[in-house]
């Protein structure tokens, strides 16, 4: 046997002992199978659609006239609410358990919105992982914004971009009290600067995706930022709203 395939057995056996020492159950119901099967697919909610920064009922969460005179977000995409158990659940195993299988379920679900809300002529989108700072990146050995946004690229065949750079590491947003809207602006202000890479070519509509909104602060931050280089349309698209 060659080294090579003595590697490929190894690393297969290492996935049969781990399947069976914890085997795939579905983060919703724990029933073995699919980490999301087909009854808490259909139990995951629907899509927020308020206005993120006032909370107006608007159509498919538009930023509502008077807060997009500060704004420069166009409006926020995505699969339902935090409350949702399912969401919630999915959010924690893809986050803090290191499931990156279940980023594709949710891309999928993440792409329906979209299409729901941008329709299908997508033409001139260009997708934006939210960045993490490449200390947190390397900690979680990935980036859960980047998953879902490669699966929902092959999807919809955007491209993706990796446009912002984090440069601050700023404590997790979740982690402070939502509703001190001015700690989490200070926290996130001036974190992100833009990649030398595409200084020259800006794609005129984006997506920016992100695992959770909750005040809209870290969107709106990144959203200023390419607002000033001249993108017309950005729209937050996101697994769940907070
Ligand atoms: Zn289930
Ligand atoms: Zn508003």
Redesign the pocket.
């Known amino acids: 046997m060659t080294t090579h395939a003595t590697v490929k057995t190894v690393k297969k056996l290492h996935n049969i002992i781990i399947d069976l020492l914890f085997p795939p159950a579905c983060v919703g119901c724990d029933n073995f199978g699919p980490w999301l099967c087909d009854d808490c697919l259909k139990n995951i909610g629907a899509p927020i659609e308020t ?1 993120i ?2 909370n ?1 009922k608007t159509l498919h969460g538009l ?2 006239g ?2 997009r005179k500060h704004n420069s977000l166009t409006g926020i995409i995505s699969i339902g609410g935090y409350k949702n158990p399912v969401l919630r659940n999915s959010i924690h195993a893809l986050k803090f358990s290191g499931v990156r299988d279940i980023a594709e379920p949710l891309g999928d679900l993440l792409a329906k919105s979209i299409l729901k809300t941008l329709g299908s002529d997508l033409n001139g989108f260009s997708i934006i992982p939210m960045p993490l700072h490449k200390k947190r990146e390397r900690e979680r050995g990935f980036n859960q914004s980047a998953l879902l946004a490669d699966r929902i690229s092959s999807l919809l065949s955007i491209p993706v971009a990796n446009l912002l750079i984090r440069e601050k590491a700023t404590t997790p947003q979740a982690s402070l009290n939502s509703k001190m809207l001015d700690l989490r602006q200070e926290n996130i202000a001036d974190a992100f600067i833009i990649n030398p890479e595409y200084t020259a070519i800006m794609p005129k509509k984006i997506i920016i995706l992100d695992d959770v909104a909750t005040s809209g602060s870290t969107l709106n931050e990144a959203t200023k930022l390419l607002g000033e280089k001249g993108v017309k349309e950005i729209w937050g698209a996101v697994v769940c709203r907070g």
Request: some cysteine; hydrophobic content about 10%.
């Open positions: 206005c920064f006032c107006e930023t509502c008077d807060c």
